[in-house]
């Protein structure tokens, strides 16, 4: 059975044509163990213009570390090894959670490293073949949306197939009018999170901490640490 991305070329064209470049790499995997000196439930954030690295804690799980960057040559980040191209783009953030990271990936079984894409189509439907989900609007990573828009997307297709039971036409042109709203402001405000993740500048990185910070007293709880070294601050309200 073909895949979803598959079924997109075959039906729609390339991916050249919907899949947007956002200049970024990432790479993902589960740590054996918690950074030391933190808990296991701690998130953990070491960030960087154009590179930061991300640990999420949980507190019945093993935590999962996130490492992405800016490039302009995607193409050219793909070649020799891996863990030795992440510790080149990491070289200037020597911080004892970089290195722990860096460590653990060498030993990881397995890991994602991919460049990041978004994608935008004109229309998810031709025919009877319909596109729903990552296939039709993946909106990437840095919009925490996947999931959410996946379901809701595939719910709201029958909802409409089931209120157009005899005319397909018109139920995909009601399900892609009432969607692509909700899809178009989610692929928007994925660029202003993208920001959170890793920051363009320093200006950002600035404003991306208060942020963070607001976001930590207005919770009322420790959500992540920022442990930035000496340009850093602690957003837990305890320094480590």
């Not at 039906?11 to 950074?35: H, R, S, T």
């Not at 999931?147 to 409409?160: D, M, P, Q, Y």
């Not at 910070?213 to 000496?230: C, M």
Request: with cysteine; aromatic share 8%; proline share 5%.
């Amino acid at each position: 059975m073909a895949d979803a991305v598959s079924v997109r070329r075959m039906v729609f064209g390339p991916d050249e044509d919907y899949m947007a470049n956002w200049k970024a790499m990432i790479c993902a995997f589960q740590l054996k163990e918690q950074v030391p000196s933190y808990e296991a439930s701690d998130s953990v954030i070491v960030s960087r213009p154009k590179r930061a690295m991300w640990v999420f804690g949980l507190a019945d799980h093993a935590p999962t570390a996130l490492l992405t960057y800016r490039t302009t040559d995607i193409q050219d980040q793909f070649s020799g090894s891996r863990v030795d191209r992440l510790r080149s783009v990491f070289s200037r953030m020597d911080h004892p959670v970089v290195r722990h990271v860096l460590d653990s990936l060498e030993e990881a079984p397995d890991h994602l490293f991919d460049s990041v894409h978004q994608v935008r189509m004109p229309r998810w439907s031709k025919g009877r073949v319909v596109l729903v989900g990552d296939a039709a609007w993946c909106m990437n990573l840095y919009s925490g949306m996947g999931a959410t828009s996946s379901l809701r997307g595939g719910a709201a297709l029958g909802v409409a197939l089931r209120e157009h039971p005899d005319d397909l036409t018109a139920a995909l042109d009601a399900w892609e009018a009432g969607l692509r709203p909700f899809i178009t402001r989610h692929q928007r405000t994925a660029r202003l999170k993208q920001q959170m993740f890793v920051p363009s500048s320093r200006r950002a990185e600035a404003l991306r901490s208060v942020l963070l910070g607001l976001a930590r007293r207005i919770r009322g709880r420790r959500q992540a640490t920022e442990a930035g070294g000496p340009q850093g601050r602690a957003l837990s309200g305890t320094s480590r």
